[in-house]
T-cell receptor, first 115, second 114 residues
Framework: AQSVSQHNHHVILSEAASLELGCNYS??????LFWYVQYPGQHLQLLLK??????LVKGIKGFEAEFIKSKFSFNLRKPSVQWSDTAEYFC?????????????FGAGTRLAVHP | SQTIHQWPATLVQPVGSPLSLECTVE??????LYWYRQAAGRGLQLLFY??????ISSEVPQNLSASRPQDRQFILSSKKLLLSDSGFYLC?????????????FGPGTRLTVL
């Protein structure tokens, strides 16, 4: 069955530290890839997405992610985190099935950034 | 742009009671609609999706059901709640029936079954 794995459930960093959150998926077909973020008390919202083209995608707030097809990975990175990046981050994979937009989510990673 | 409304925001219900959670969408027509349950440490689990009025597909067997009586209304129901139904329920939409667009999420409903 298709699945999405996020390697770290909890990450604690100090401000200005670099961030990398791992995401791997198991599906051999065509996929679209997403990172969603949920700030405390807010809606789940899109951070960035990859559909095709340049495998290095830029998102909002200085985040980027790299799609490595051979590794089935889509890791999220940010060179210098801020306290406001404290949130839960979800990796998701869209599978093409029956003409609808089905997303499979990872378990999420809680990031806490200390000042 | 689309806006998703969910109510109630929070709900506490006894075991065995019925449930009705409502989701409405503004700003788009003929969207695909989704119900997810978010559990701590387990991410989002897709429960139901709908590509049109009266068209419901279930992803996992469970104690819940869904209905879509109108184009932009999606309802999650149960006849008798179980303790295991507790969780955070999210409604989501994509603006078109067949699309590469992003899914947009509502604010969610926190359900506690006692």
């Amino acid at each position: 069955a298709q699945s999405v794995s996020q390697h770290n459930h909890h990450v604690i960093l100090s401000e200005a530290a670099s961030l990398e959150l791992g995401c791997n998926y198991s599906y051999g077909g065509t996929v679209n890839l997403f990172w969603y973020v949920q700030y405390p008390g807010q809606h789940l919202q899109l951070l960035l997405k990859y559909f095709s083209g340049d495998p290095l995608v830029k998102g909002i707030k200085g985040f980027e992610a790299e799609f490595i097809k051979s590794k089935f990975s889509f890791n999220l990175r940010k060179p210098s985190v801020q306290w406001s990046d404290t949130a839960e981050y979800f990796c998701a994979v869209r599978l093409f099935s029956g003409g609808y937009n089905k997303l499979i989510f990872g378990a999420g990673t809680r990031l806490a950034v200390h000042p | 742009s689309q806006t998703i409304h969910q109510w109630p925001a929070t709900l506490v219900q006894p075991v065995g009671s019925p449930l009705s959670l409502e989701c409405t969408v503004e700003g788009t027509s003929n969207p695909n609609l989704y119900w997810y349950r978010q559990a701590a440490g387990r991410g989002l689990q897709l429960l139901f999706y709908s590509v049109g009025i009266g068209q419901i597909s279930s992803e996992v067997p469970q104690n819940l059901s869904a209905s879509r009586p109108q184009d932009r209304q999606f309802i999650l129901s149960s006849k008798k709640l179980l303790l295991s139904d507790s969780g955070f329920y999210l409604c989501a939409c994509t603006p078109h029936s067949v699309s590469t667009d992003t899914q947009y999420f509502g604010p969610g409903t926190r359900l506690t079954v006692l």
